[in-house]
């Protein structure tokens, strides 16, 4: 997700947090062989026109993931680092990258 691409997943509760079937990825139920090998085709059959849900599923990484953001704070924590006590200028550098 985190390189655009377009993620099928099971529909279980744990993919289900971070999928939004359509949104940002694909679901298909855990055990059905038949709606996966569907799912992988019509991604195959309209992969031009997914532009859209590879730019969510990017973005939805971005904002679940920061390590700015969300990550780095909660690995301090549970080391039981100060924030005060961290430098952090290279952490909060701006990320290019070559994906939309």
Known sequence: MAAGAIVIGSRTPPVEELIDTGQNG???GFFSQTKLVEAIA???DSCLGMDAIRHASRQTI???FSIR????SQQLDILGVSTNS???E???APVTS???
């Open 42 to 44: 019509h991604l195959c």
């Open 86 to 88: 961290v430098r952090t």
């Open 26 to 28: 694909l679901l298909v």
């Open 98 to 100: 070559a994906l939309p």
């Open 69 to 72: 953001d969300e990550c780095l």
């Open 90 to 92: 290279a952490v909060t």
């Open 62 to 64: 971005r904002k679940r």
